[in-house]
């Protein structure tokens, strides 16, 4: 018993000694081996009497098996330490990190941002305005009559309390207005929502809206700095041409198309073989939202326009699906 004892601590020992998986199965070999030192005393149990031949085979059975699970864990605990090691030898972690490509502004901040150049170039104030809006803003201050059927023009996303996510940019020149003397020339970007979704409708888009307010502000001014800007921003001599349209801020109202980019104005899907591009909204700020704002119809007047951004990204870069540019696909994001 005692010799089978020192014999099993003389074996943890060298188990637990052990660095390298070749001395392990020698080990193993020298102690469990058919020739292996329990192997060999199991043998001679043989000439043991009955009784002392089963106490002692039992022991040596034991023996066996804690030697077993030395081995096992040894071997665990070697594998891992060669595939450690295996692993710092090949790979250099001071070297960087693969696949750091550099970031860029999105295509649509991208297009924002020209647009806002040219319009601050102009000596446009950049103004701000909430997401969440009240109706008076987005409806009641500009010309929109409670229950009045323009409202539907617009598919409005609304909140239960009364408070609706805005349709357009134009609530920010009514805030603007209630808070500014005029003369002024303003500006406002930002993300606008519509219950609308397919290849050309997003139900959030960006959009740019512009007020300039001054005396005799006519529709000469918005004719000229449009056409400026279009030019500026496809930098390309455009045609120009204004169709009345309704809008119930402002009076007379119009929308703005551009000869056809694509086809130079000879037709194709793109303009719906007109080609004409419908590019924006604009007209006379209405009298009743000027009132409202406490601006004087008699001594001022002055000229609105709201355009879409994600359109003129479209148009631009001459893209045929609106809803790329909110999947985040980067091979889709790496062309701008
Ligand atoms: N707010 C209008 C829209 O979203 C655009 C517009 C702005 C039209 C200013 C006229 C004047 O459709």
Redesign the pocket.
């Known amino acids: 018993m005692d010799s089978l004892l020192s014999l099993l601590e003389q074996a943890h020992r060298e188990i637990e000694a052990l660095n390298d998986i070749k001395g392990l199965e020698g080990l193993r070999i020298h102690y469990l081996g058919k020739k292996g030192v329990l192997t060999q005393t199991l043998k001679g149990l043989k000439v043991l009497g009955e009784e002392e031949r089963r106490a002692t085979g039992q022991n040596l059975n034991e023996a066996k098996a804690h030697l077993n699970e030395w081995f096992t864990a040894a071997r665990e605990r070697l594998e891992n330490q060669a595939l450690l090691k295996d692993t710092v030898q090949k790979i250099d972690v001071t070297l960087p990190g693969r696949g750091e490509g550099q970031g860029h502004l999105h295509p649509i901040t991208q297009t924002l941002a020209r647009v806002e150049q040219y319009f601050m170039s102009c000596g446009f104030l950049v103004a701000e305005g909430p997401e969440i809006e009240m109706d008076y803003y987005n409806f009641e201050a500009l010309n929109f009559p409670r229950f009045h059927p323009s409202r539907a023009l617009q598919d409005t996303f609304y909140f239960k309390d009364g408070r609706l996510l805005r349709t ?3 609530p920010v020149q009514i805030r603007f207005m209630e808070t500014h003397e005029p003369p002024f020339q303003m500006m406002a970007s930002g993300r606008v929502y519509r219950c609308d979704y397919d290849v050309s409708h997003l139900p959030m888009f960006h ?1 740019t ?1 512009g007020l300039m307010i001054g005396k005799g502000i006519c529709f000469a001014e918005l004719k000229g700095i449009l056409d400026d800007f279009l030019r500026f921003f496809f930098e390309r001599p455009l045609k120009s041409r204004f169709r009345p349209s309704f ?1 119930p ?2 009076e007379p ?1 119009a929308e703005m198309d551009i000869s056809c980019i694509l086809c130079e104005g000879m037709g194709c899907r793109a303009c719906k073989h007109t080609g004409w591009l419908e590019i924006l ?3 006379m700020v209405h009298p009743n939202v000027l009132n409202k704002c406490k601006v004087d119809p008699n001594k001022w007047s002055g000229f ?3 355009v879409g951004i994600e359109r003129l990204a479209m148009l631009f870069y001459r893209i045929d699906d609106i809803r790329l540019f909110c999947e985040n696909h980067t091979r889709f994001l790496k062309q701008f």
């Open positions: 357009h940019a134009s959009q809206e809008f801020f402002v109202g909204g604009c007209g609105a326009f709201g």
